[in-house]
């Protein structure tokens, strides 16, 4: 959590672990995740449903993690994203601050689920098309699908404490 919702979303699965754990493993854990974002997402942005979520999930795995090791990005995936991108009309309106005037973008959809979804599209295409692009990865440890944002450029695991310690006990082991 804490990366791009893009890949927040794309990161729900947890294979490293055992059990593997499914953050959207049914209807209550879908919604405890949209909770979870709900200070990221825009007013008034509502909780997608599972299906929706899953759906929109595998189009951003896809597509994350085949840019991130290099691969041309599938056509379905491309098309799922931009299809749930453009179900939100994004405009900006004047509103007034202090003795002047700012703006704020307004988000608009006929199902505000919707809203939630797109954003989250939006954030991917933002990310992939933005400076730190190129700084998608996938974590080094076998087995782990988690991806992030490497802003130090040597960052190669997910999460220090998980994937990166089990690699140096590993690594310790095999020295042995
Ligand atoms: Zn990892």
């Given at each position: 959590?804490?990366?791009?919702?893009?890949?927040?979303?794309?990161?729900?699965?947890?294979?490293?672990?055992?059990?593997?754990?499914?953050?959207?493993?049914?209807?209550?854990?879908?919604?405890?995740?949209?909770?979870?974002?709900?200070?990221?997402?825009?007013?008034?942005?509502?909780?997608?449903?599972?299906?929706?979520?899953?759906?929109?999930?595998?189009?951003?795995?896809?597509?994350?993690?085949?840019?991130?090791?290099?691969?041309?990005?599938?056509?379905?995936?491309?098309?799922?994203?931009?299809?749930?991108?453009?179900?939100?009309?994004?405009?900006?309106?004047?509103?007034?601050?202090?003795?002047?005037?700012?703006?704020?973008?307004?988000?608009?959809?006929?199902?505000?689920?919707?809203?939630?979804?797109?954003?989250?599209?939006?954030?991917?295409?933002?990310?992939?098309?933005?400076?730190?692009?190129?700084?998608?990865?996938?974590?080094?440890?076998?087995?782990?699908?988690?991806?992030?944002v490497a802003m130090?450029?040597?960052?190669?695991?997910?999460?220090?404490?998980?994937?990166?310690?089990?690699?140096?006990?590993?690594?310790?082991?095999?020295?042995?």
């Amino acid at each position: 959590m804490g990366e791009p919702l893009a890949i927040d979303l794309a990161n729900t699965v947890k294979l490293a672990v055992d059990p593997q754990l499914d953050l959207l493993g049914d209807d209550t854990r879908n919604a405890a995740f949209w909770s979870l974002e709900r200070h990221r997402l825009p007013e008034p942005a509502g909780v997608p449903s599972l299906s929706e979520s899953l759906a929109l999930r595998s189009a951003l795995q896809s597509l994350l993690s085949g840019i991130a090791s290099g691969a041309a990005p599938e056509a379905w995936a491309l098309e799922r994203v931009n299809e749930v991108a453009q179900r939100t009309r994004v405009t900006t309106e004047l509103v007034p601050a202090e003795s002047s005037v700012t703006t704020k973008p307004r988000w608009q959809a006929s199902d505000v689920a919707d809203i939630a979804l797109s954003a989250v599209a939006l954030s991917a295409i933002d990310f992939l098309t933005g400076p730190n692009a190129g700084r998608l990865r996938v974590c080094a440890a076998p087995h782990c699908s988690m991806m992030f944002v490497a802003m130090n450029a040597k960052r190669r695991w997910c999460t220090a404490n998980g994937c990166g310690n089990r690699e140096r006990v590993a690594r310790h082991s095999r020295q042995q």
